[in-house]
């Protein structure tokens, strides 16, 4: 394969649009602050929620009140040290700021001694902001700090109208469809954080290696079509109960979104038959309300995401990485917020895209010369162009913003675009063909198709990428060992001539077929580089059973041919001249998600399956890329 581009469609680099955010981001520094850490006073009180329970608060103030707020509401502990949380609150205070931490409900040193997950954030943080706005320190202006969790309260911040702006990192809103379930990396959030039964003392970094052969013994998804509901849901809700299992589901959810935060838990706690709801609870709520009811979709419930986009008050900076694994939801969230949300909240919304896993770094190739790529991103690491933006909102210059930010790997460098997706980015499709190759050129009448063994026992692993993980390395693996397995069939184009910087999404659309009745298909793009590494960049995953992305869950035929459309989520990657583009396919990635026992549903043990890879002319397999030149003389 040929591909000379034209280069018309790179966009600017940030360097030429602001070289202060672009060193800001580099090197991840801040102003000189105003204070001195001696200057700092730090007060802790109890703020009482609408339902009278005490939540504990650290209020660090600068010598000069009153001043704008930062606010933070996190379940990891107000008074950690770790994450460069604690040292951050005091900088902002040192930099003029009124920084406000407060534990979570039923975590740290806040009432009551059980931690719900999820459920009550929604009101807390809207009583959060209305006891900020009426203290005599607060001036006015209130913004918000924070990722994962920390993101996920901010938009419940968000929707209180005296929000000045709120600065998400590695978070949505739950608008993206995952049609697999996260794995790992639950077991141990839900065993070490907040209070309750059930909870071990061991610090979150090392519960994944406390419980890895419990995590590694388990995992297999093999839940029937349409799961039973509790009996104690079926009594409460006779009226909802009743047609189609797809009219139940929704009219649950409709119920849900309509209820008060006490009436979501006591829900979530008939429905599971829990005294206390883990984030493993949750990611199982898609049995009773359908797959398209993401995880992060009940940080806010809301029964449409247009809705719940308008009902955002305050325009946010989301911050996001190529390798965190909720960038599907955070630029989902970023699209419907353009698209649908309040003009003002659409128009000053701001999107930063770093080469990061989800707090850890990710993108690790050229870090000898780009040693950034090693920092580890955190509250304090990002503290830098977090104030540029607070003192941008309160000026009123957000408009000198760039609308998006986003490194391109293998680049190695930070470039601007006018939205996300990239406006000017195309789409280039390479098929898959005989013999393993991966080409412009579309597939002859007659090739014969690729099989391979999928084995629940034996499933393909997780080698990095985009995982939460204290025990594996997330981000740029080389995961050339794994395409060696027999498990796993591959597809690479020739050395390219000329650089291509791909930047958007990505998707595959896979023929294909299984002698069982459900299954698992994973498909993962790699940089293969002239020393023959392969360099993980992005994958996606599709449960058979849901692929009608939005209807209902169907069991496949077995032997019947299939047309698959699998997101790959997005990257942005120059693969430079020498370089090989390759796609390889599987059917598992554990204990990243949980492996299907291939048998939708039905009782017994784990089956393998055999799985058929169609790429001929009436079933023409392709990888759809964004690219950002134009190919030409292929």
Not at 69 to 95: K, N, Q
Not at 259 to 278: L, W
Not at 397 to 418: D, F, H, I, K, Q
Not at 449 to 464: A, I, K, L, R
Request: glycine share 8%; proline share 7%.
């Amino acid at each position: 394969m040929t591909i000379r581009p034209h280069h018309n469609g790179r966009g600017g680099r940030l360097d030429d649009v602001r070289p202060d955010l672009a060193n800001v981001l580099l090197n991840g520094t801040t102003e000189r602050a105003r204070f001195d850490a001696s200057d700092i006073r730090r007060v802790t009180v109890q703020m009482l929620t609408r339902d009278d329970v005490r939540l504990a608060t650290d209020v660090f103030l600068p010598p000069r009140t009153p001043a704008p707020v930062i606010a933070v509401r996190t379940p990891f502990g107000r008074s950690v040290e770790d994450f460069g949380f604690r040292e951050a609150l005091v900088l902002l205070a040192r930099h003029g700021y009124v920084a406000v931490a407060q534990d979570c409900r039923g975590t740290g040193d806040s009432e009551p001694e059980t931690w719900d997950y999820y459920v009550y954030e929604s009101d807390d943080g809207y009583d959060f902001v209305e006891w900020i706005s009426t203290q005599e320190w607060c001036d006015g202006f209130i913004g918000s700090l924070g990722g994962s969790y920390l993101g996920q309260t901010q938009w419940c911040m968000s929707m209180h109208p005296r929000m000045s702006t709120i600065a998400p990192s590695v978070s949505g809103l739950g608008i993206a469809v995952n049609t697999a379930r996260l794995y790992m990396f639950l077991n141990a959030y839900a065993k070490s954080v907040g209070r309750g039964t059930g909870k071990v003392d061991v610090p979150m970094t090392e519960m994944e290696e406390y419980f890895e052969a419990e995590t590694m013994a388990g995992g297999y998804f093999n839940e029937p079509l349409d799961a039973p509901l509790a009996d104690t849901v079926v009594r409460r809700f006779p009226q909802l109960v009743l047609g189609t299992p797809a009219e139940t589901r929704r009219r649950l959810w409709e119920a849900y979104c309509g209820m008060s935060s006490p009436e979501r838990a006591r829900f979530i706690k008939e429905a599971r038959g829990i005294s206390t709801i883990t984030s493993i609870d949750v990611e199982s709520l898609p049995a009773i309300f359908g797959h398209t009811i993401a995880h992060d979709a009940h940080t806010v419930p809301a029964v449409s995401a247009r809705e719940l986009c308008r009902r955002v008050q305050a325009p946010p900076l989301m911050r996001t990485g190529w390798y965190d694994w909720g960038l599907n939801d955070a630029l989902a969230t970023w699209r419907m917020l353009r698209e649908a949300g309040r003009s003002d909240v659409a128009a000053g919304a701001r999107l930063i895209i770093a080469p990061y896993a989800h707090n850890t770094p990710g993108y690790r190739e050229g870090s000898d010369r780009h040693p950034e790529l090693l920092r580890v991103p955190n509250t304090l690491t990002g503290l830098g162009p977090q104030l540029q933006w607070y003192d941008a909102v309160r000026a009123g210059t957000t408009g000198s913003w760039p609308r998006v930010v986003y490194y391109l790997m293998g680049a190695n460098e930070w470039r601007v675009a006018s939205d996300w997706p990239v406006p000017e980015a195309t789409e280039l499709s390479l098929y898959l063909r005989a013999g393993g190759a991966l080409s412009t050129s579309g597939p002859g009448a007659t090739e014969v198709p690729e099989n391979y063994v999928y084995d629940p026992d034996d499933p393909t692993p997780t080698v990095g990428g985009s995982i939460v993980s204290h025990l594996y390395t997330p981000g740029s693996a080389d995961v050339g060992a794994v395409q060696d397995r027999s498990d796993v069939v591959v597809y690479t184009t020739p050395p390219l001539e000329s650089d291509i910087d791909v930047v958007g999404p990505l998707r595959l659309v896979l023929y294909a077929g299984s002698d069982a009745v459900d299954t698992d298909w994973v498909a993962r793009l790699s940089d293969v580089f002239p020393d023959g590494r392969a360099i993980q960049l992005q994958s996606g995953i599709l449960r058979a059973r849901h692929r009608d992305h939005a209807g209902e869950p169907k069991l496949l035929v077995p032997g019947q041919v299939y047309r698959f459309e699998i997101d790959m989520w997005a990257t942005g990657n120059r693969f430079a001249a020498g370089h090989r583009i390759r796609l390889d396919l599987s059917s598992a990635d554990f204990p990243h998600y949980d492996r299907n026992s291939n048998l939708g549903g039905m009782p017994g043990d784990p089956i393998a399956a055999r799985q058929t890879v169609y790429h001929d002319q009436a079933h023409p397999s392709r990888l759809v890329l964004s690219v950002l030149d134009t190919p030409a003389g292929i």
